[in-house]
């Protein structure tokens, strides 16, 4: 089994829906990363977290919100999504900071 | 100037050869330089990482490092199509140890 999963791996949504991506991991890492990606842009930080109780805003926040449920757990919010948020999504995890980062498969969002 | 710079490719080499890809930064005060492959459509996976100058070889990658210049680089050898995919630079920032990621470089390896 993968070491870090997403679901759901595929959404396709409208304009203004809330959509929630989520992200587990069996690694037992402390540290997660919600990353989109977009072409020619390379991988952007929108949140990561220390633990449960640290979460902190990446370069990209505006428009999404997260939540720490577990250790193993890392969800990402779009509490109104719009077109610009297409894009794919990754959810990482690392030991410590400047550690590798292990990525989960990604999610393709399609916001119509 | 953008934190993390690649050539972008994309990169179109004979089966065999060598594929040199190269990466440089700003942050000066970055220790630690990743390198991911990216399949299309798939997530990054580590290739090697490398935080020392000179050069660190796994199988047939070398990677490069010369903080001075702020310059990082991946060499691999033999190429294969397998190798075909996009390759991350991504070092460490100096003031928050978070990754800066490029925007890669794309391989494409000629059977």
């Known amino acids: 089994d993968a070491d870090v999963t997403q679901t759901p791996r595929n959404r396709i949504t409208k304009t203004g829906k809330r959509i929630m991506l989520e992200c587990s991991q069996t690694?037992?890492?402390?540290?997660m990363y919600w990353y989109r990606q977009d072409p020619g842009l390379g991988l952007r930080l929108i949140y990561y977290?220390?633990?449960?109780?640290?979460?902190n805003k990446g370069e990209i926040s505006d428009g999404y919100s997260v939540s720490r449920q577990a250790q193993a757990k890392f969800s990402l919010s779009l509490e109104s999504a719009i077109p610009n948020q297409t894009a794919l999504y990754f959810c990482?995890?690392?030991?410590?900071?400047?550690?590798?980062?292990?990525f989960g498969p990604g999610t393709r969002l399609t916001v119509l | 100037q953008k934190e993390v710079e690649q050539n972008s490719g994309p990169l179109s080499v004979p089966e065999g050869a060598i594929a040199s890809l190269n990466c440089t930064y700003s942050?000066?005060?970055?220790?630690?330089f990743f390198w991911y492959r990216q399949y299309s459509g798939k997530s990054p996976e580590l290739i090697m990482f490398?935080?020392?100058?000179g050069d660190k070889e796994d199988g047939r990658f070398t990677a490069q490092l010369n903080k001075a210049s702020q310059y990082v680089s991946l060499l691999i050898r033999d190429s294969q199509p397998s190798d075909s995919a996009t390759y991350l630079c991504?070092?460490?920032?100096?003031?928050?140890?978070?990754?800066?990621f490029g925007a890669g470089t794309t391989v494409t390896v000629r059977a």
């Open positions: 942050d000066r005060g970055s220790q630690s």
């Open positions: 990482a995890t690392s030991e410590d900071l400047g550690d590798t980062q292990y």
């Open positions: 991504a070092p460490t920032r100096s003031n928050d140890y978070k990754l800066s």
């Open positions: 690694k037992g890492h402390d540290r």
């Open positions: 490398i935080y020392s100058n």
């Open positions: 977290s220390f633990d449960v109780k640290d979460i």
